[in-house]
């Protein structure tokens, strides 16, 4: 349909631009909306802020709570009147006679004692604990008042005793009164005056060491059962402070006694007070409820065991048993996991502390252990001094034997028979086997020289340990397979020192050990770990068989080189094992090893360097070791570097141009490959290993050979920079050219500098800066092109 507009009529736009106009309009009015609140918010907000605000004070908050005061108080008030009845007691007390005495100090006490009744009774508690304390303080001051009185003739210990005694029976009556029993204080004060009545009557008979310890032990046993039997909180917390505190104070003292006993029956004594110990810890972890304390009590229980049979035992057999019988009394402990009939919380404290007593057992043994694995390192200062008469004397090259030693081998089989039959949880079982494997090879490690035994029969068995370590690194579980690894590790490097006392030893131990860990390299998991030991120890018979031929340390480098190459050959075959980086890190090490023998003669040290080069160059043959040519390039550099030195070279140009000659050709191969890359970083080094040398020689050189012949070269490296358009040889050669030239021209400077009168050298220079400020504008232009030339060079 056609829009027409006839004369008079209003024109009506197309669709399309009519709903362009309306959207716009609405645009627009929604801007205007959103304008319009934005500014009604800010006049709501302003008439808020300009409204008066009535103030409104918060009353302050109280520091403190009104039983808090009240407490306060009432503790001040009672600890007042207890230093003023003691005051009262030691000093007024001698103006009175002893019926005032008795009158004050009575009708006080009772008072004292009687008031919190009538408290209790109107609901006053705090007040009524305040007010006891204080009757109790008193009915202490009585004590000493009655001795200082009527008494003061009695023992003072024993008065002490009796008086202590005494006053915890009439504080648990008094606190046990219907009346009186809603106090707290009472009975907790009871308990602690209980914990001196038998000590202070043991010192106040004169009981010797023993008696006393029994004492203790006796009232820390009173203190547990109090704890387990009484339900009140505060006397409970109290008696087990009280067991913790006198009964630790009793074990230690019977230890103390054990370890001193002069002879077994003083022994079987501190025994016994041990077992008593030990009765009153089992006693109270079988009572207990629950919790960590029933466990750590089954624990000391079981360690007062082993030590009260262990203290025995020591003062019946000699030093070396002492310490095997309390392993045996510890393993014993373990029965009681089987005993259904005793608590759980007991049967896991006894395991615990047969765990403990096996732990300090095998601790007992790490002198024999680090005697026989790091005491032949001696030999390293004695090499082939002569094979020692026995395994002991083998390993005790400047360490003494450790007493006891010979009980350190029924030690370590004793706990690894346990490891290995006695743990038989599922995640602690694989662990006990890996423990008891150590333990197990540790026996045999040390048992040559336990028994003494011939040199080369300890190093027969040491072969031997080595053998079965590797054999055993193919089971399949990876935590026995990384400890046979490190005990074939350890026990192979312990053999290696052995046997350097002897020079046939030395030569058939390592041939030995170079096939085993080559053989074991076959195991792909093993690998990683033996073919670099196996690496190690050819690198080792090399040298010694070079040693044994009475060869030059230089020589022996020779012969050495030949574990580079098979590293070098074995790597290439692993490529992409885990076994290559170890292998090829172990033929690098030798080969740095080969060049530190051949350092004291410059020829053959040439020789084992360009070898190494050659080494360095087939690895780079790989595709992932293309890096190792640039160590190959550097190894080629020093080997010819030892040579002109060896030849006794001078010139400077014969050490440079090895060095600038591959490195340009390697330049130039970079640019052929990224034509974008810098002539700087190209061809830079490698000119400039040359040119700088040379020109530093040039100028001193009174000759004129080398000059001319740096010179050329100089300006060959121009024109070659200018055709190519590159950077650096153009910079780099024209630099040389110019100091060259200025060197040469130096001498003809100076003569007619010196023909000219002074005054001729200033008047050259201002006209030169005239000429210069002349053209100064066509010089920066000139300046400014060059720069330009050379930007666009590469």
Request: with cysteine; glycine share 8%; charged share 10%.
């Amino acid at each position: 349909m056609t829009r027409t507009t006839l004369p008079g009529m209003t024109h009506l736009p197309p669709p399309a631009e009519e709903l362009r106009l309306l959207d716009a309009e609405l645009r627009q009015l929604d801007a205007r909306r959103t304008q319009l609140l934005t500014r009604r918010a800010w006049l709501v907000a302003t008439l808020r802020q300009t409204r008066p605000q009535a103030p409104s004070a918060a009353p302050p908050r109280p520091e403190t709570t009104a039983p808090g005061v009240q407490n306060v108080l009432l503790v001040l008030g009672g600890v007042l009147l207890t230093l003023a009845a003691a005051v009262f007691t030691l000093v007024s007390w001698g103006h009175l006679g002893i019926a005032g005495r008795a009158l004050v100090l009575g009708a006080v006490t009772l008072a004292a004692l009687a008031a919190p009744v009538v408290s209790l009774r109107r609901g006053l508690r705090s007040t009524a604990e305040s007010v006891a304390g204080l009757g109790l303080a008193l009915s202490v001051l009585d004590a000493y008042a009655l001795y200082a009185a009527a008494l003061a003739g009695v023992d003072g210990t024993g008065y002490a005793s009796a008086a202590s005694a005494v006053l915890a029976v009439v504080w648990s009556a008094y606190g046990l009164l219907p009346a009186t029993s809603a106090l707290r204080l009472p009975l907790p004060c009871a308990l602690t005056a209980a914990q001196f009545p038998l000590p202070l009557c043991a010192l106040a008979v004169d009981a010797g060491p023993y008696t006393m310890t029994a004492a203790v032990l006796v009232t820390a046993g009173f203190d547990a059962a109090v704890a387990l039997r009484v339900v009140t909180k505060s006397v409970r917390i109290t008696a087990m402070a009280g067991a913790y505190a006198v009964g630790g104070c009793g074990v230690l003292a019977a230890a103390w006694l054990s370890l001193a006993a002069g002879g077994p029956a003083a022994a079987a004594r501190a025994g016994v007070l041990l077992l008593f110990a030990a009765a009153i810890a089992l006693g109270a972890a079988w009572q207990s409820p629950g919790g960590k304390h029933p466990l750590g009590l089954a624990v000391a229980s079981g360690l007062l065991t082993v030590g009260a049979l262990g203290g025995v035992v020591r003062s019946w057999t000699p030093g070396m048993w002492t310490v095997p019988a309390c392993l045996a009394c510890g393993i014993a402990l373990l029965a009681a996991l089987r005993a259904g009939w005793l608590p759980d919380r007991v049967r896991v404290g006894f395991a615990w502390a047969s765990g403990v007593v096996q732990a300090l057992a095998v601790l007992w043994t790490l002198p024999v252990v680090a005697v026989v694995t790091l005491g032949p390192a001696g030999w390293l200062g004695r090499v082939w001094s002569g094979a020692p008469a026995d395994a002991r004397a083998a390993v005790t090259v400047e360490a003494p034997w450790p007493p006891g030693a010979s009980g350190a081998p029924l030690v370590l089989v004793a706990v690894a028979v346990v490891l290995a039959l006695a743990v038989r949880a599922q995640g602690w079982r694989a662990r006990a086997r890996t423990g008891a494997l150590g333990l197990g090879a540790a026996t045999a490690l040390i048992l040559p020289a336990v028994l003494d035994i011939p040199y080369v029969a300890g190093l027969l068995v040491q072969v031997v340990l080595t053998a079965a370590a590797l054999y055993l690194c193919r089971t399949a579980v990876p935590a026995a397979r990384t400890a046979a690894l490190v005990l074939a590790l350890v026990i192979s490097a312990c053999l290696t020192l052995v046997s350097l006392a002897s020079q046939s030893a030395t030569l058939v131990v390592l041939s030995v050990l170079t096939a085993l860990f080559a053989a074991a390299s076959w195991q792909p998991a093993m690998a990683p770990v033996t073919a670099p030991a196996a690496l190690g120890y050819a690198a080792a018979l090399a040298s010694a068989t070079g040693a044994a031929a009475d060869w030059a340390p230089a020589r022996v480098a020779l012969l050495v080189l030949a574990v580079p190459v098979a590293a070098a050959l074995l790597a290439a075959r692993l490529d992409g094992s885990r076994a290559t980086v170890p292998v090829e890190v172990a033929g690098a090490a030798t080969g740095v090893l080969a060049v530190g023998l051949a350092v004291t003669e410059p020829p053959l040290l040439a020789l084992v360097l360009a070898l190494c080069g050659v080494i360095a160059a087939g690895t780079a043959l790989r595709p992932g070791r293309r890096r190792a040519g640039y160590a190959a390039t550097a190894l080629f550099v020093l080997a010819a570097w030892v040579r002109l030195a060896a030849w006794e070279v001078a010139t400077p140009e014969a050490y440079t141009l090895p060095v600038t000659v591959p490195a340009l050709v390697v330049g130039a191969l970079r640019l052929r490959r990224d034509p974008q890359a810098s002539s700087w970083a190209a061809h830079g080094p490698g000119l400039a290993a040359t040119l700088v040398p040379s020109l530093v020689a040039a100028w001193g050189d009174p000759g004129w050979t080398r000059p001319l012949l740096l010179g050329a070269a100089a300006l060959l490296v121009t024109l070659l920079g200018a055709r190519h358009r590159l950077q650096a040889p153009l910079v780099l050669g024209g630099t040389v050219l110019a100091l060259v030239t200025l060197h040469e021209l130096a001498p003809y400077v100076v003569q007619v500098t010196g023909a000219l009168p002074r005054w001729a050298p200033p008047a050259l220079a201002g006209l030169l800066l005239l000429a210069l400020g002349a053209t100064y504008e066509q010089r920066l232009r000139d300046v400014r092109r060059v720069r330009e030339v050379l930007g666009r060079m590469n």
